[in-house]
C-alpha cells in the first residue's frame, strides 16, 4: 500500500473545452471557479497538488502551473507530464471540470493505491481515467505510447494492471461527472442546489 504522503495530485486543465465555449476549469460552478472546488478539497486533505495547462491564469491559485511536456497529445500527454514533474511514487490524475469530487471518493482511491499499479474509477457503466492513481514507474511506458500516437487513455489503461474503485458503493457516482456544455453546468448545478 502506498501512504497519503506518497502521492502528488496533478489537475489537468489543458483541454480545448470546445463545447463550452472557454476554459472549463475557469468556468463558474456555485459561485466560483470549477477548478477552486477540487484545490478546496485536496487542500482539505493536506494533498500537495499542481495544475496542467498553458492558460497563464491559472497560476492565480496559487499552486504550480505546467504546461505539457509533449504538446497536444491530450490527457496522455498530461499524464506524461505529471509523471515528469513529480518525485513521488504514485500520482493522481483529476480532471478540472469535476468540481464534484469529495474527500470520501479522494479516500477510497487513496486506499487502493498501490506499488506498480493503476487505479481507476468506474460509475458501473464508464471507467474513467480521470479520477485515477498512476504510478511513477509508468512513465517511459507513456511516452512510448503518446510517441507512437495511442492516446487514448482507456487503451493505455487496459493494457496494464489495474484495479477498479466502484463509486456505486457509498453512492458517490456524481463525483465522475465531466461538465462538458453549459447546459450539463446548470443541471449539475441545480443537482447540487437540491443536495445541499
Same mark, same amino acid.
Given at each position: ?16 473545452? =470546445? =463545447?463550452?465555449?472557454?476554459? &472549463?476549469?475557469?468556468? *463558474?460552478?456555485? #459561485? ?22 498553458? %492558460? *497563464?491564469?491559472?497560476?492565480?491559485? #496559487?499552486?504550480?502551473?505546467? !504546461?505539457?511536456?509533449?504538446? /497536444?497529445?491530450?490527457?496522455? #500527454? ?18 478540472? /471540470?469535476?468540481?464534484?469530487? %469529495?474527500?470520501?471518493?479522494? %479516500? ?27 504510478? +511513477?514507474?509508468?512513465? +517511459? ?7 507512437? /500516437?495511442?492516446? &487514448?487513455?482507456?487503451?493505455?489503461? +487496459? ?17 465522475? +461527472? %465531466?461538465?462538458?456544455?453549459? &447546459? ?8 447540487? !442546489?437540491? =443536495?445541499?
Amino acid at each position: 500500500m502506498i501512504k497519503k504522503s506518497e502521492i502528488e495530485v496533478f489537475i489537468l486543465a489543458g483541454g480545448k473545452s =470546445r =463545447r463550452m465555449g472557454s476554459d &472549463k476549469g475557469l468556468v *463558474n460552478f456555485k #459561485g466560483e471557479p470549477m477548478i477552486s472546488h477540487i484545490i478546496r478539497v485536496l487542500e482539505k486533505l493536506n494533498m500537495p497538488s499542481s495544475i496542467i495547462s498553458t %492558460n *497563464n491564469e491559472y497560476m492565480k491559485f #496559487g499552486k504550480p502551473v505546467h !504546461k505539457d511536456v509533449i504538446p /497536444d497529445k491530450g490527457p496522455l #500527454g498530461g499524464l506524461f507530464t505529471a509523471l515528469e514533474f513529480s518525485n513521488s511514487p504514485m500520482i493522481i490524475l483529476l480532471a478540472c /471540470d469535476m468540481p464534484s469530487i %469529495n474527500s470520501e471518493a479522494l %479516500n477510497r482511491l487513496i486506499e487502493l493505491a498501490t506499488s506498480g499499479k493503476i487505479v481507476v474509477s468506474t460509475d458501473g457503466e464508464n471507467i474513467s481515467p480521470l479520477f485515477a492513481c498512476y504510478p +511513477q514507474s509508468l512513465k +517511459q511506458t507513456v511516452k512510448k505510447a503518446i510517441l507512437r /500516437d495511442e492516446l &487514448k487513455m482507456l487503451d493505455f489503461v +487496459q493494457k496494464h494492471s489495474y484495479t477498479l474503485l466502484d463509486l456505486r458503493i457509498g453512492g458517490n457516482t456524481m463525483v465522475l +461527472q %465531466n461538465l462538458n456544455t453549459k &447546459k450539463e453546468l446548470l443541471s449539475a448545478q441545480k443537482y447540487e !442546489k437540491y =443536495r445541499d
